[in-house]
């Protein structure tokens, strides 16, 4: 049976949650507010009026961020979230997504100091989907040949 990296102790160590725009923004948010932690949510893209940050709530300096998003692939949101985030003196040691599609972003992420904590995989859900007799063993083969990690 596969286990949730996702731990406990790992919601207790950190001060915010962060959400990536923009399914990310809603999985954070609702987090936040059921584990009674600080909210933030990270642009794309420099704000050009008002503060001018790409990260938006409170962050004080040393402050530990969990990012948070429903799925990643390459880990690219993820690390341009984090580097914004770090910029304006916030710690990011952990990432949190839904799924993995395990296709490269766990790596790239942790070449950045974050490790990726994944609710599920590709893998088991594609094993998941043969052994329902969903897909087929052509697709479920298909599906595995674009994982990497």
Do not use: C, W
Request: without cysteine.
């Amino acid at each position: 049976m596969y286990r949730s990296t996702v731990e406990p102790a790992l919601i207790k160590r950190v001060q915010r949650l962060a959400g990536i725009p923009t399914a990310g923004i809603a999985y954070a948010a609702v987090l936040a507010y059921d584990l009674s932690k600080p909210f933030l949510y990270v642009r794309r893209e420099l704000k050009e009026h008002g503060r001018e940050k790409r990260v938006e709530g409170l962050l004080r300096p040393g402050d530990n961020v969990l990012v948070l998003d429903d799925v990643t692939t390459s880990g690219k949101n993820i690390v341009e979230a984090a580097e914004a985030i770090r910029a304006e003196g916030g710690i990011v040691e952990d990432a949190v997504v839904l799924l993995d599609r395990q296709q490269g972003g766990a790596e790239n992420l942790r070449k950045t100091g974050i490790r990726l904590h994944a609710f599920t995989t590709m893998r088991r859900i594609a094993d998941k989907l043969l052994n329902l007799g969903t897909i087929d063993e052509r697709q479920h083969k298909e599906i595995l040949s674009q994982i990497v990690s």
